[in-house]
């Protein structure tokens, strides 16, 4: 796939049409993360309170290591996909920041 200009004002269609195809991969790949997070670690929990309750064996809680080990992995992709999705595609913020530049490297040559 080729890289759009995303600080251009106007997209055709068809550029349109892949912006919002890239967003629902990022929506897609961000959600069966957070799912398959979700049902490991509940059947993780699972066999830790099997072990603990039936078998009355008191062992520490070794579920906490796959808990937050995973889950920091989880809150980076979920950073990354909320920059991908707010920031890369937000390109009137870009062209706005773009102006404001210009706009001081404008003012500094006329002060010259």
């Known amino acids: 796939m080729e890289e759009f200009n995303y600080f251009k004002k106007d997209f055709s269609e068809e550029e349109l049409i892949e912006i919002a195809k ?8 961000l959600f069966s993360h957070i799912a398959a997070y979700i049902f490991v670690n509940a059947f993780i929990l699972f066999v830790y309170w099997l072990i603990n309750e039936k078998i009355e064996i008191n062992i520490t809680f070794w579920p906490g290591w796959v808990l937050s080990g995973w889950g920091l992995g989880l809150l980076f992709h979920i950073f990354e996909a909320m920059q991908e999705l707010n920031f890369k595609y937000n390109a009137n913020a870009i062209n706005k920041e773009l102006a404001k530049i210009k706009k001081q490297i404008n003012d500094r040559k006329i002060d010259k």
């Open 22 to 29: 890239k967003r629902i991969k990022v929506k897609r790949e």
